[in-house]
């Protein structure tokens, strides 16, 4: 059974503060893992990594996949009170699938 | 841009009662899924499309019906509601594996509440 592990579950920093929020997997056929980020309502797509040891970057966010290790990390540089949310982990497997399997997810607090 | 759209936004229902819960794309998206999400679950698929009329279940399927009579719409049909289907609904789309995988785009969600 595929298996997605996200953690912390929840975290509460200071705006200013950096975070690195953790995803590991366990997935039979792995293609790409992808990083979402919900506020209040939908689900809005970050990254998608596919290659080991390459950075996606966009902004102060940035994020690394390990396939040797089977986990994937996302840093938030200079949080912001915006940053707060809901960041989910999902992964995809080989094979034509579109079937994401989703972490539990990590819900950052950003205080001013 | 309308993207996905998902309807009602907010629903109550009592137990044993059915319901449909639409969702539509304006993106011709081959792809389309529902998902629910419960606290601290994260988003379960519970049935997906990979084009019209062709329909598969996906983790937890149980109590829930999808047809796809054409590539916009994709209802979800609770049958005979129950408690324990209250949650957050999520629908999404995205173009289908023939033009290289692309991100599923979500819906804003439906909030049921089964009494």
């Known amino acids: 059974e595929d298996k997605v592990v996200q953690s912390p579950l929840s975290l509460v920093v200071h705006e200013g503060d950096t975070v690195t929020l953790n995803c590991s997997y366990e997935?039979?056929?792995?293609?790409?893992l992808l990083w979402y980020k919900q506020e209040k309502k939908a689900p809005t797509f970050l990254f998608m990594l596919?290659?080991?040891?390459i950075e996606k970057k966009s902004g102060r966010l940035s994020s690394i996949l390990d396939k040797k290790e089977l986990f994937s990390i996302l840093n938030i540089t200079a949080t912001q009170t915006g940053d707060s949310a809901v960041y989910l982990c999902?992964?995809?497997?080989?094979?034509?699938?579109?079937?994401?399997?989703f972490g539990k997810g990590t819900k950052l607090t950003v205080n001013p | 841009n309308a993207g996905v759209t998902q309807t009602p936004k907010f629903q109550v229902l009592k137990t044993g009662q059915s319901m449909t819960l639409q969702c539509a794309q304006d993106?011709?998206?081959?792809?389309m899924s529902w998902y629910r999400q419960d606290p601290g679950m994260g988003l379960r698929l519970i049935h997906y499309?990979?084009?019209?009329?062709?329909?598969d279940q996906g983790e937890v399927p149980n109590g829930y019906n999808v047809s796809r009579s054409t590539t916009e719409d994709f209802p979800l049909r609770l049958l005979s509601a129950a408690p324990s289907q209250t949650s957050v609904y999520f629908c999404?789309?995205?173009?289908?594996?023939?033009?290289?995988?692309?991100?599923?785009?979500f819906g804003d969600g439906t909030r049921l509440s089964i009494l």
């Open positions: 999404a789309s995205s173009p289908g594996t023939g033009r290289g995988y692309q991100p599923q785009h």
């Open positions: 997935v039979t056929n792995f293609r790409s």
């Open positions: 596919t290659s080991s040891g």
């Open positions: 999902a992964v995809i497997r080989q094979g034509g699938s579109e079937k994401l399997v």
């Open positions: 993106m011709n998206h081959e792809y």
């Open positions: 499309s990979v084009g019209a009329g062709i329909t």
